[in-house]
């Protein structure tokens, strides 16, 4: 298979771990923003998380230094459309950004202007590309529950208008989904769509409980539902779909290299599995790498991709136009 010239869709990617580290250096230059080294090889050593952490934690560090440059309006903006080109050079036909909007207010930005600003990124790669998107609007577990409120707020207005779902990401503990019950139960009174990162770090539970309590129609990593009988059976049942990212997962050590991620076990039974970079710098990454390595592992056939090319468009968070759209791409 031609890996760079197949349609591609991806459900599953942060925007602050996206950046292209060119852009970091020259922004930080421009700014007079302090850094390691800007140097492009050192600071690569900081921004791209090795293949062996020691955990999910060791994983998030990278993502402190691209935040010192999405602090004002025109950087975000820039960044959101390099990640779109960057997508669309590789035949992502339609691709979904995440991002925290509380992040990028430490110089005073508010948090609409945040997401304004993102949208207006994602817009200008739409007109210059054949690509589409939309916005996922992400919650630290780490932060407070008013925070996760704060967030539902004020992305509502942006609903249908480039927003389309809530997330909750960042290290994950047992038995976070009960704290957020309120902020996403708001969230999908005013009409979000849910997909909450669980099951990324050996609690299968947080899998069950965050599609039990929090209604998620998707589940962000969902590797330890192998582990978990109850939420393999709840993800199965429900056809719950996991937005799996091989690469991530072999670097904060939730397998323990590619011959051992679940992904290709899953789709054989039944599961509605996805394929997504989660960080394309952190990882080091892009979609046509990572469909070649679950490839490479599991021998795809042309069949195999196009059900989960086409599982991922049904799963998306677009309009039936956009979800057509993207069908009619793979020819």
Known sequence: MNFLGLPKIELHCHLDGSVRIETIIEIAQKEGIQLPSFDKKELQKELIAPMECDSLEEYLQRFSLPNLIMQSKKNLRRITFELFEDAARENVKYLE????PL????????????????????REAESCYEIKGNIILSCLRSMSVESAMEVVEKGKRFLGKGVVAIDLCASEEEGFCERFVEPIVLAKEYGYRVTIHAGETGIGKNVLEAVELLGAERIGHGVFIKECDEAYRIVKEKQVVLEMCPTSNVQTKAVQDYSAHPIFKFYKDGIKVTINTDNRTVSDTTMAKEIYLVNNEFDLSEEDYRQIYSNSVEASFADQEIKEWCLAQYK
């Open 103 to 122: 992040l990028h207010t430490l110089k005073g930005l508010e948090v609409e202007e945040v997401i304004q600003s993102v949208i207006e990124g994602m």
């Open 97 to 100: 950004v995440r991002f925290g």
